[in-house]
């Protein structure tokens, strides 16, 4: 855990220096205690986004290589948590990036997840997508195979 924890901070100051937006990793899945005596109103509320990656097929799936949800929706200076996990089972490690917002969630394995927190500052829609195999010519890449999705976030 100490390790994950370095590597968190390090991708927190590398999104910083990207986007510019204030980030903070919460580090324990985005449950934090609620204050008590009505000050609640005070406190930044943060919303779990969560995305999971899939490469294997299941039911009603049109695509191997897939994020499960492939929109997700905000507001400019919501502060969220963006999840993401790969399902148990499936192939190869995989990352999420949204490149406008700084967001660099990478190596990801099977079974597992990463997060991180960050205030959006601006409203647009923007990417998110697996960056593997990205500009090879050999490989198609995990985006052009579905590993692809929307944030929408609407002004405040
Ligand atoms: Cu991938």
């Known amino acids: 855990m ?14 910083a220096m990207f986007s510019g937006c204030a980030g903070k990793d919460s580090g324990d ?3 934090s205690p609620t204050p008590t005596g009505g000050m609640n109103e005070t406190k930044p509320m943060v919303r779990d986004l ?5 490469t294997t097929p299941t039911p009603g799936a049109t695509k191997l290589y897939r994020f499960t949800p492939d929109t997700l929706s905000s507001k400019v200076n919501e502060t969220v948590n963006i999840i993401f996990r790969v399902a148990a089972n499936q192939q190869g490690n ?3 990036v949204i490149p406008e917002l700084g967001v660099s969630l990478t190596g990801v394995a099977p079974g ?16 998110y997508y697996c960056n593997l195999n990205a500009g090879t010519a050999a ?9 692809d999705g929307t944030i929408t976030v609407a002004k405040a």
Do not use: E
């Not at 100490?2 to 999104?15: E, H, Q, V, W």
């Not at 490989?139 to 590993?147: A, D, E, F, V």
């Open 2 to 15: 100490k390790l994950f924890r370095l590597t968190m901070a390090a991708m927190m100051i590398a999104s």
């Open 29 to 31: 899945g985005g449950t």
């Open 94 to 96: 995989h990352n999420l």
């Open 50 to 54: 969560t995305v999971t990656a899939y």
């Open 112 to 127: 597992a997840m990463k997060n991180v927190t960050i205030t959006v500052a601006k409203d647009g829609s923007f990417k």
């Open 139 to 147: 490989q198609t890449s995990h985006q052009t195979l579905g590993m």
